[in-house]
């Protein structure tokens, strides 16, 4: 009987302490989790204001960590098929953005300069929001954990060929990691024709036909001649119902 009643004691003990640990061990802090990525497509007309900042409670959960926020920008243009970049053609800037880094960074914005020759058709987003005011193209989304990629594309239309014959992008990128604010910059430039091909022949002194006077001139002469005729006819038909 006593060794059982000091098994149960034992037992009793050991169960107190286990709640006790339950009730006393800190929570867990709350796992980072991104955002949900999602697509969006918008006419220049229709786009949508841009999303708001992560908050205080976002910084702390993916600031207050160790490693480095390392952010990628490239910006390339591609032509439609077929196009050359001739007033009226179509020219799409893709703009990739990624995480080189083992931390996360937050608050991630970037502006494209669109130029003055393009007019802005329509932007598409991997992630986050954009706005779009006059020329320039504001894209935000609130994180970019480590691995992380997404793309944006504008469409744009040549309205006129610039004359150094290059229509040119620049994209800039304004973050925030656990060392501070980050900046990166990205520039392309799509080069189209700016005036008629050279042959490398210099232009023939003779070319055929020239000297000969023109189509144009030979019809006039031609009509001026029949006019000619037709008035002579007239006339002497006056003078013999008028003789004298």
Same mark, same amino acid.
């Given at each position: 009987?006593?060794?059982?009643?000091?098994?149960?004691?034992?037992?009793?003990? +050991?169960?107190?302490?286990?709640?006790?640990?339950?009730?006393?061990?800190?929570?867990?802090?709350?796992?980072?989790?991104?955002? &949900?990525?999602?697509?969006?497509?918008?006419?220049?007309?229709?786009? $949508?204001?841009?999303?708001?900042?992560?908050?205080?409670?976002?910084?702390?959960? &993916?600031?207050?960590?160790?490693?480095?926020?390392?952010?990628? +920008?490239?910006?390339?243009?591609?032509?439609?098929?077929?196009?050359?970049?001739?007033? #009226?053609?179509?020219?799409?800037?893709?703009?990739?953005? #990624?995480?080189?880094?083992?931390?996360?960074?937050? *608050?991630?914005?970037?502006?494209?300069?669109?130029?003055?020759?393009? @007019?802005? *058709?329509?932007?598409?987003?991997? @992630?986050?929001?954009?706005?779009?005011?006059?020329?320039?193209?504001?894209?935000?989304?609130?994180?970019?954990?480590?691995?992380?990629?997404?793309?944006?594309?504008?469409?744009?239309?040549? &309205? @006129?060929?610039?004359?150094? #014959?290059?229509?040119?992008?620049?994209?800039?990128?304004?973050?925030?990691?656990? *060392?501070? !604010?980050?900046?990166?910059?990205?520039?392309?430039?799509?080069?189209?024709?700016?005036? +008629?091909?050279?042959?490398?022949?210099?232009?023939? *002194?003779?070319?055929? #036909?020239? $000297?000969?006077?023109?189509?144009?001139?030979?019809?006039?002469?031609?009509?001026?001649? !029949?006019?000619?005729?037709?008035?002579?006819?007239?006339?002497?038909?006056?003078?013999?119902?008028?003789?004298?």
């Amino acid at each position: 009987m006593r060794g059982r009643s000091v098994a149960s004691a034992i037992a009793t003990v +050991l169960v107190a302490l286990a709640w006790l640990a339950v009730l006393v061990e800190p929570a867990a802090a709350a796992p980072c989790v991104p955002p &949900l990525s999602r697509y969006v497509t918008a006419f220049a007309a229709e786009a $949508g204001g841009l999303s708001g900042s992560i908050g205080a409670a976002g910084y702390s959960c &993916l600031l207050d960590q160790d490693g480095t926020f390392r952010p990628s +920008l490239t910006v390339k243009g591609m032509l439609a098929p077929g196009a050359l970049g001739l007033p #009226g053609e179509q020219i799409t800037w893709i703009i990739t953005v #990624g995480n080189n880094g083992t931390a996360p960074g937050a *608050d991630i914005k970037i502006t494209d300069r669109v130029y003055d020759e393009l @007019r802005i *058709d329509s932007v598409e987003v991997d @992630r986050g929001d954009f706005a779009i005011s006059e020329q320039v193209v504001v894209f935000n989304t609130p994180t970019l954990q480590p691995g992380e990629h997404f793309q944006m594309r504008i469409n744009t239309t040549v &309205l @006129r060929t610039p004359p150094s #014959g290059s229509l040119a992008n620049r994209a800039q990128l304004t973050a925030v990691g656990p *060392d501070g !604010v980050v900046e990166e910059t990205a520039l392309t430039e799509v080069f189209v024709p700016s005036g +008629l091909p050279a042959t490398g022949y210099p232009p023939a *002194d003779d070319l055929p #036909g020239s $000297g000969e006077p023109s189509v144009l001139a030979v019809a006039l002469g031609a009509v001026a001649l !029949v006019a000619l005729a037709a008035w002579f006819v007239w006339w002497r038909g006056r003078i013999r119902m008028h003789p004298g």
